[in-house]
């Protein structure tokens, strides 16, 4: 998937948040320069989703119990992306066609590139 990314054949996008999570998580094991420098790496060939006003009230309205997942949806359909890829699967099963596991996307990109 960050190959496709790196290479411009899809568009990332992620969540300040997430650059936040990754960069508290290296940082702890590996100090801020390797943080900074991991960060810097994904920022170059991700978007960055944006979490204003406008994405909290359509995350509330999404009434779910975990509001992170809501703030992600909220933000992917703001920027009308395609589809959420994550790990979660609780996340995943909120709604099979919009959110889909990196094997899913992976098995999509095989099937696109040989036809």
Partial sequence: MF?????????GYTSPKTLMDVYYLIHAEKGWQEANKRV????SFVEISPQGQNE???ALA????????????ASAKS????????????????????IWSPADLKSFIIQNTQN
């Fill in 40 to 43: 810097r790496q994904i920022y």
């Fill in 56 to 58: 909290v009230r359509e």
């Fill in 62 to 73: 999404l009434n779910w119990s975990d509001f992170e997942d809501a703030m992600q949806m």
């Fill in 79 to 98: 920027q009308k992306v395609d589809k959420i890829i994550t790990l979660d699967r609780k996340f995943q099963n909120k709604d099979k066609s919009y």
């Fill in 3 to 11: 190959e496709q990314m790196k290479r411009r054949k899809i568009v």
